[in-house]
């Protein structure tokens, strides 16, 4: 137990360390937004403060854009309507009910987010084409909409006069008052929407982002978490709308064009759809080809355009994606015998007496299930128990429904009929989110390790659905954020120790072999404290070392009380490590029982070394003699 | 009443037209082509420029297909073959070539809108309303091609084996059919068939570049309404849009059309995804 | 005898993964060359780097005296090689019918050639003659590797690639893919089988190689005194030894 604590606190001092830095940063940005924020007074000319605050305008409109497209991949062309709606509404407070800018951004925020709710509510239930262009025909409508209300409101399409000049608590703004204004407010937005992306919602969102199964399994909800992203990007273009309506003091239909859309996509392409102070490089550059080609719109669209598909091939992957391509080209080999060979020499740990926390291990019980794909029938009446504490194998040839069976117990499949309960919970009804967060974690064939996470941070994912924090929480940093994500880092490099993985721990996950990823997966699996672990062939691929280090780990788990399936083609491994062995055979449970028992019943055996295994007479286990002889 | 019914018809026409163009890049290559309306505008520009070089009316078709292919191969070329898998790419890419066409259009005809008089228009008088003979040809020409493809689709060796490559690339792969020659045949013949009824669209709406991409978003409703992959949705899907956006033009007033259209879009969203005779098909749309 | 086919230290794998390293093998027309493995030893992989899915990183495929091995799959499959995917992969979403019409996408034949592969592909297959126009998603599961099969033969291809075609079936119609896989066979097709099951293999292999974790731990002919002994050893091997260090782990932990 004495390395363990050793370990902990090494963990501890990692995570205290990285503090230091963050409070650096953000004195800095203060220091950085402070001093923009005077230029005026240091003699910035008025031509120029104009285009500064234009960019800055632009810095919250692509910031949004990002949010949606880099962090939730989807992708938004609806920002003219939103920073429509942040202007209307902005303006038509100022002229009617308040002149504050304050009161003006807040509101245009609101307006905006609601028409991001509008839109993503629907668009975003199939996401890709369908939500761009949802969003897209909202940029469309805005002419008919502004028809429709009445014109005393909003102008109609001659566009909305006599906004007053722009006031604060009371107080009439200077122009330089009104310079510090917009640079403040998008200083504190950038920090805002910073502290979203580099947090634990940033990594959920990179998590939707790899494919439909992963994001379920952890207890996460696509849609939610997308929809999520989508509406707190809608926020800084309303604020930017209302911002516009005090800088010009008239707003008409012209300013919300596709056009806009188009430009903001292509600042976000430039800067990198997740990046973060690039956007402000993005925005500055898109500001500069516009006023250079007012005159010829039609070159900016071209220059954009082009952009759009130069940015979409090369880009697609992110920045890290075009570094690691040139790391390919220039050391490919390198690069990959490297990862393979250290993860060989990856060290067990062979202190025998550590025990994991305990985990709440649950009975699993599947009753009469059945399952039908259209006509075919994949499960026919299918019941079994795996016990808390013990190690139950499903094993059986392919396509004998091991892997559909693992798919209804985690939610990925309804029953066609019968039940799967956890404990005293029936959980075949629930959707994977929903079981996910009873406990059921998992991993899949292929290890499903999400782009743009450390290795660290992909095994704390494990635990994202388990504890959540407020959005408010996460964006200002409250001690209790920290404390969260403390813990859930501790106890991530706890596990990599216990894994022997811990010299892996700051390395992109996404970038380890094979063997590697498998175990990361499980140690991700691991870290939400699960009762049942479901792990779907989590030995193929691994090297003789992995497999005795996997054993080693699964004893560990099952004997801290967790309820674990395996489902697994190797006999060998299954006799090893099962308490408990189920087999398959053709949507049904051929037998059950203890491995001594099942390596002895003839009709596995005949399927075992394959359908035919009666040709030839040999038997399974007439071999292990055969080989310890051999050696 | 039966005028807007004509109406409605008409600009289904151009939907559907639209529709029918993105299935077949969408069934053969796996991408929805967003810049397809530009080069049905672009089709109405040269039909604009052949006019004015007093060419006949058969080698401004002929010329105006010839322009849509070798700017959709170009395409395909440039923004389509290199494309990543997943992340949806092709959004940005063909946005972008749409973008880029819209500019160069603007660039080379200008921005205002150009008249394109093939032929002389003379209201008709049909069923009770007025309609333009134009239009006849558009109607007659969406629901045309639409039938022919839906033919082509099911009946042909390369039919078969596009319609296949939608379902899986690598088997297709595995039955010895190029699919990279396949894709780049399935853009040229959209981009051929685009520049062709871009003559007859320009007639109706004139030739103006920043009209593409309303077209292009009309169209993909019309698509999605109808079903995606399905020449029948399109045709089902481009003249429900255009009667309904008629005739809530006529019912409500003028600026509802749109509204209307948009209700029916995100109606048709949340009860039926898969579009009116869609089927799981191409759900990744 | 020339090989038809013959790859020579073949190393593949995906993208900047290797997977398979080393693997050699000569096949002639009118036998078949097993190539056996447990889940993710490489199988698959080896297969589909000889049908060009997957790049040849080292070694060679030469395919009746030409490499191939920078041709693109298509073109491999018009010279004459067939692939049937795992997993009786098929377009279920199509007839039966339609499914072999595209297997005869390459075939250049006149109309009434195309027509005697039907009716040859239908008197090998009759239990597909009596459900051309069915969904192939909604045949039975040996059916549908009987279609597979089928499909990748319609062109009439000098050599077959068959990947795991006793995976799922029952043993009633293992049996029927064995026998058919033998009359392909003394018909004179050449044919890389892929399996995990020792006894498929032996029941019509000639030669036989184990793969394990990307390379090679056995190969020899079947016929040969002891082999069937041999191939099974390597079969289980690695993972036996694996089963020994556990338990004798696990007995001194105890």
Redesign the interface.
């Known amino acids: 137990m004495s390395t363990v604590k050793v370990e902990t606190r090494r963990g501890g001092s990692t995570v205290a360390a990285r503090r230091i830095p963050r409070f650096v940063t953000a004195l800095l940005w203060v220091v950085v937004i402070a001093v923009i924020a005077i230029t005026p007074l240091l003699g910035l000319d008025d031509q120029t403060q104009r285009q500064v605050i234009l960019t800055a305008i632009m810095v919250l409109l692509v910031s949004g854009v990002n949010l949606t497209f880099g962090w939730a991949g989807e992708l938004n062309m609806g920002i003219p309507a939103m920073y429509a709606a942040g202007a209307y509404v902005g303006g038509y407070l100022y002229i009617h009910v308040l002149n504050d800018v304050v009161v003006g951004v807040i509101a245009g925020g609101l307006a905006a987010l609601l028409i991001g709710i509008i839109t993503g509510v629907p668009g975003l239930r199939l996401g890709g084409w369908v939500l761009a262009i949802v969003s897209f025909f909202v940029v469309i409508l805005i002419p008919s909409i502004l028809q429709v209300i009445p014109a005393n409101v909003v102008g109609g399409s001659v566009g909305l006069i006599g906004i007053p000049a722009p006031m604060l608590f009371g107080q009439p703004l200077t122009s330089q008052g009104f310079f510090a204004f917009v640079i403040v407010v998008t200083g504190i937005w950038f920090a805002v929407y910073r502290n979203i992306v580099k947090s634990r919602v940033g990594d959920s969102l990179l998590i939707v982002q790899e494919g439909r199964v992963l994001a379920p399994s952890l207890g996460l909800s696509r849609y939610r978490l997308k929809l999520m992203a989508y509406a707190v990007g809608a926020i800084p273009a309303g604020m930017a709308g209302a911002l516009y309506a005090s800088l010009d003091r008239f707003i008409g239909p012209e300013s919300f064009t596709l056009q806009l859309a188009i430009n903001v996509l292509a600042a976000s392409i430039i800067a990198g759809r997740r990046s973060i102070y690039p956007i402000i490089v993005g925005a500055a550059f898109v500001q500069f080809i516009n006023v250079r080609s007012s005159d010829f719109a039609q070159y900016g669209l071209v220059v954009f355009g082009a952009l759009l598909i130069v940015g979409g091939i090369a880009f697609a992957g992110g920045i890290a994606g075009l570094g690691r391509r040139l790391l390919k080209l220039v050391a490919p080999k390198r690069f990959r015998r490297g990862a393979a060979s250290t993860a060989t020499q990856s060290t067990a740990r062979t202190d025998s007496d550590y025990a994991f926390p305990a985990l709440p291990g649950k009975l699993l019980s599947v009753v009469d299930v059945r399952k039908t794909f259209g006509g075919a029938v994949a499960l026919d009446g299918v019941s079994f128990e795996a016990k808390p504490g013990q190690i139950t194998a499903l094993i059986g040839p392919n396509g004998s429904g091991k892997t559909t069976m693992l798919n209804i117990i985690n939610g990925f499949y309804p029953v066609t009929s019968g039940t799967v309960s956890l404990g005293e919970r029936t959980i075949s009804s629930m959707p994977s989110t929903k079981v996910a967060r009873q406990g059921v974690a998992r991993t899949f064939q292929t290890p499903v390790v999400p782009n743009g996470l450390k290795a660290i941070e992909v095994v704390a994912s494990g635990h994202l659905a388990s504890k959540s924090v407020p959005l408010i929480a996460t964006i200002l940093r409250l001690p209790f954020y920290g404390r969260v994500r403390r813990s859930e880092l501790e106890e991530a490099h706890e596990i990599l120790v216990q894994l022997g993985l811990d010299q892996f721990e700051q390395q992109p996950g996404d970038s380890l072999s094979l063997g590697t990823r498998r175990m990361i997966e499980l140690a991700r699996s691991l870290a939400s404290k699960p009762s049942v672990v479901l792990l779907d062939e989590v030995a193929s691929g691994l090297d003789t070392h992995e497999v005795i280090e996997l054993a080693r780990v699964l004893r560990l788990v099952s004997r801290a009380g967790a309820t674990v399936v395996l489902v697994e083609h190797n006999f060998a491994l299954v006799r090893s490590l099962a308490d408990m062995v189920v087999v398959l055979a053709d949507g049904a449970v051929l037998t059950s029982g203890p491995p001594a028992e099942i390596e002895k019943h003839p009709e596995v055996l005949r399927r075992f070394l394959g359908e035919m295994a009666g040709l030839s007479g040999t038997s399974i286990v007439a071999t292990p003699s055969t080989t310890a002889k051999g050696k | 009443m039966i005028t807007s019914l004509w109406a409605g018809l008409a600009t289904g026409s151009i939907y559907t037209l639209i529709a029918i163009g993105y299935n077949i890049t969408l069934t053969t290559a796996g991408v929805l082509n967003f810049a397809y309306a530009n080069i049905v505008m672009i089709g109405a520009f040269v039909a604009v420029s052949g006019l004015a070089l007093g060419l006949p009316i058969w080698a401004i078709f002929i010329l105006a297909a010839l322009v849509g292919a070798i700017v959709a191969t170009a395409e395909e070329r440039v923004a389509v073959r290199f494309l990543p898998k997943g992340d949806h790419a092709e959004l940005i890419t063909t946005i972008g070539a749409s973008t880029v066409l819209t500019g160069a259009t603007a660039l080379i005809w200008g921005n205002t809108a150009l008249r394109v008089d093939l032929f002389p228009q003379v209201p008709l008088q049909l069923f009770g309303g007025s309609v333009q003979p134009n239009s006849i040809i558009l109607i007659i020409a969406a629901l045309v091609l639409g039938v022919g493809l839906h033919f082509f689709n099911t009946r042909t060796k390369f039919g078969l084996a596009s319609l296949a490559h939608a379902f899986d690339r690598e088997s297709t792969m595995l039955r010895g059919v190029n699919v990279r020659w396949l894709s780049i045949v399935a853009f040229a013949a959209s981009g051929a068939l685009g520049g062709l009824i871009g003559p007859l669209v320009g007639m109706t709406t004139t030739a103006t570049p920043f009209i593409a991409i309303t077209l292009a978003i009309k169209g993909f409703i019309a698509l999605y309404c109808g079903g995606v992959g399905s020449q029948a949705g399109a045709i089902i899907g481009g003249f429900g849009i255009g009667i309904i956006e008629a005739l809530a033009n006529l019912w409500l007033g003028p600026n509802y059309g749109d509204f209307a259209v948009f209700a029916v879009f995100l109606a048709i969203l949340l009860i039926r995804p898969q579009g009116i005779v869609g089927t799981r098909m191409l759900r990744s749309v | 005898m020339e090989p038809i086919l013959e790859v020579t230290n073949l190393a593949t794998g995906y993208d900047?993964?290797?997977a398979v390293w080393d693997v050699s093998f000569r096949l002639e027309a009118g036998t078949v060359f097993a190539l056996l493995g447990?889940?993710?030893a490489g199988k698959t992989t080896t297969l589909r780097a000889i049908?060009g899915?997957n790049p040849v990183q080292e070694g060679d495929v030469v395919y009746q005296g030409q490499s191939i091995k920078s041709l693109?799959?298509?073109?491999r499959?018009?010279r004459g090689i067939g692939?049937v995917?795992e997993?009786k992969?098929?377009?279920s979403?199509?007839s039966v019918e339609?499914n072999l019409?595209?297997?005869l996408?390459?075939f250049k034949g006149s109309r009434a050639e195309a027509k005697e592969r039907y009716d040859w592909a239908y008197e090998t297959f009759p239990a597909l003659a009596e459900r051309k126009t069915r969904m192939a998603?909604?045949l039975s599961?040996g059916q549908q590797q009987m279609l597979a099969i089928a499909?990748?033969l319609m062109?009439n291809p000098r050599v077959l690639l068959v990947d795991?075609p006793?995976?799922?079936?029952?043993?009633a119609i293992?049996?029927d893919v064995?026998e058919i896989l033998r009359k392909l066979r003394d018909s004179g097709l050449g044919i890389v089988l892929v399996?995990?099951?020792?006894?498929?293999a032996?029941?019509i292999a000639a030669n036989v190689a184990v793969l394990d974790?990307g390379r090679v731990t056995y190969s020899g002919v079947t016929d040969a005194p002891g082999a069937?002994?041999a191939i099974?050893?390597a079969y289980?091997?690695?993972?036996?030894?694996?089963?020994?260090?556990?338990?004798q782990?696990?007995a001194a932990?105890k």
């Open positions: 900047d993964l290797r447990r889940n993710g049908a899915l693109p799959p298509y073109e499959i018009r692939f995917q997993g992969r098929i377009f979403e199509l339609k019409r595209l297997g996408f390459t998603g909604l599961g499909q990748a062109p795991e006793s995976a799922g079936l029952a043993p293992v049996e064995v399996e995990q099951s020792v006894d498929f032996l029941a974790i069937s002994d099974r050893t289980m091997g690695n993972l036996l030894e694996v089963a020994e260090a556990e338990s782990g696990a932990a």
